[in-house]
């Protein structure tokens, strides 16, 4: 101490100075834009790189189910039989052999005759008709490929790379007068031709096939006049004997009366569907085995998850904090209370309460199965957003800064809500969202298993989609394909997504990454 002293005298007094005589003293201003709690936790979000990814794919499936119904060609409850199991076709990808509508098929001489056969009895767009046998019409020819043939069994064989939607070929459409006439006006100003001549019934064994142009045997064999066999060059040689009915100077018919009203015709049902529907038959993840488009349908099937999903997801957090908060403010008898009646609910499966809401609700017409499968989920799934919460207040109601506000006035309600309910909020939320994927999941067995039918024409899911498609697993892999690969993604990226927030959301995380 004496050493210091003598230290601090031998210092010339002229040395000090006083610092803040003549100056101002305040604050100074902040070169950055203070942090709050969800910024801070925007920012260490969207450093995880994976869980950004699965946001952007969540707004791109969001967007998906949202925009196709407007843009679509097609409506839900849009269904033709005549084109089920069509396979997927884009406009661009035509005779690529991927994504055309087309698809490989082995077939003997017989069945490949038949195909090759819808193009041989053409027909002037005019509806003429005298030069039936003139050449192949290139527009109803189902064949786009062949291999050269090779021998099995005994037999010649082919691969054949067949169009599923000119396959359909011709069908008897019975119509009035009037729409005959409409439809033959159509077909003149636009050059596509719709009817062809009608097939007397008399010479075919097939009367409910219209693709049976040209005489045959009992199984379909090509015949010439007298009877005998032909082959595929003789069908290219004009050689084929046509059974089209006719009058009696001899020129075929397009119509046949049917009854006073009605009239059957003939017609080249692509081009028939194009007149009555002012576009062609394309489906660009083709059609299930209904007839329905699988885009539209797909559309709306993650429409109905997304918003089953965040329905619950919300009806949970709301009651769920709600009660979680009282029990955890008050605690005492109303606590005890509810933690039994959540033991009791947890026990029961929910799989028997989804089915009892559909047995006893939806069955009977009371609610729609949307909003009963929501009331099963909601019925115990508040359970785990309520315990969340309850821990939080049992945690915080005793700090510094809550006895602090009371002291101040403050009521039961504000406290709860502004001083202790934003602890847990971050928390909350990140558990809401991962119950999503699980939503999805569950509400995808469920209607996978046939206990919630969601099988409409106005509605439908991923699960009842998968069902449906699940019989045309081996011919039609592609009906299951894309609501295959819709909920992995949604699982997926809502997985990622909800540990994403749940680090973003955790203040213990804070400054770890930096």
């Not at 142009?213 to 004009?238: C, F, I, R, V």
Request: net charge neutral; hydrophobic share 45%.
């Amino acid at each position: 101490m004496e050493i210091s002293e003598l230290a601090y005298r031998k210092i010339p007094q002229e040395k000090f100075k006083f610092r803040q005589r003549d100056m101002l003293l305040h604050d100074e201003k902040f070169e950055t834009k203070p942090i709050g709690y969800f910024m801070d936790a925007w920012i260490r979000f969207r450093r995880n790189k994976a869980s950004v990814v699965a946001f952007m794919i969540i707004v791109a499936l969001t967007l998906f189910a949202i925009i196709t119904p407007f843009f679509a060609s097609y409506k839900i409850s849009d269904a033709d039989g005549v084109y089920a199991r069509m396979r997927p076709t884009l406009d661009f990808m035509e005779g690529t052999g991927f994504w055309d509508g087309t698809y490989k098929k082995t077939l003997n001489d017989r069945f490949y005759i038949f195909l090759a056969a819808f193009g041989a009895g053409y027909l002037d767009a005019d509806g003429s008709g005298a030069d039936w046998n003139e050449g192949f019409a290139s527009d109803v020819n189902p064949i786009e490929g062949v291999s050269e043939p090779f021998m099995a069994q005994g037999k010649s064989y082919r691969i054949t790379t067949v169009n599923s939607y000119n396959e359909i070929g011709f069908k008897f459409i019975a119509m009035t007068r009037a729409r005959y006439e409409e439809l033959m006006k159509w077909q003149t100003d636009n050059g596509v031709q719709i009817f062809w001549p009608i097939i007397d019934p008399k010479q075919t064994q097939f009367a409910d096939d219209a693709n049976y142009w040209y005489k045959h045997s009992a199984n379909g064999t090509p015949l010439d006049a007298k009877g005998g066999q032909l082959k595929l060059e003789d069908m290219e040689q004009n050689k084929f004997v046509d059974i089209y009915k006719r009058d009696a100077d001899g020129n075929v018919q397009y119509y046949v009366e049917k009854d006073r009203t009605m009239i059957q015709t003939r017609v080249w049902y692509a081009n028939y569907y194009y007149a009555l529907n002012g576009h062609e038959p394309t489906h660009v993840f083709g059609t299930d085995g209904q007839g329905y488009d699988i885009l539209i349908r797909l559309a709306h099937g993650v429409r109905l998850s997304l918003i089953l999903s965040w329905a619950v997801a919300i009806c949970e957090l709301i009651i769920g904090a709600f009660i979680g908060a009282m029990e955890g403010y008050y605690g005492g008898w109303l606590d005890m209370l509810v933690e039994r009646v959540s033991d009791v609910l947890n026990a029961v499966p929910f799989v028997a309460v989804a089915t009892l809401f559909n047995l006893h609700l939806v069955l009977p017409g009371k609610v729609s199965p949307l909003l009963g499968l929501l009331f099963a989920f909601v019925l115990t799934g508040w359970i785990g957003p309520a315990y969340v919460v309850r821990t939080q207040f049992y945690r915080y109601k005793n700090h510094e800064y809550v006895l602090a506000a009371r002291t101040l006035g403050a009521s039961d309600f504000r406290l709860m809500l502004k001083h202790i309910f934003p602890n847990a909020i971050g928390t909350v939320i990140t558990r809401s969202v991962l119950v999503i994927p699980g939503v999805i999941f569950t509400e995808s067995i469920l209607s996978y298993l046939g206990i919630y039918n969601f099988n409409s024409s106005t509605m439908t899911s991923l699960g009842t989609m998968l069902s449906n498609g699940q019989k045309y697993l081996g011919t039609d892999p592609y009906m299951i394909l894309f609501p295959s690969i819709v909920i992995s993604l949604l699982m997926i990226s809502f997985n990622l997504f909800g540990n994403g927030l749940r680090d973003a959301f955790n203040p213990s995380l804070r400054g770890s990454d930096e």
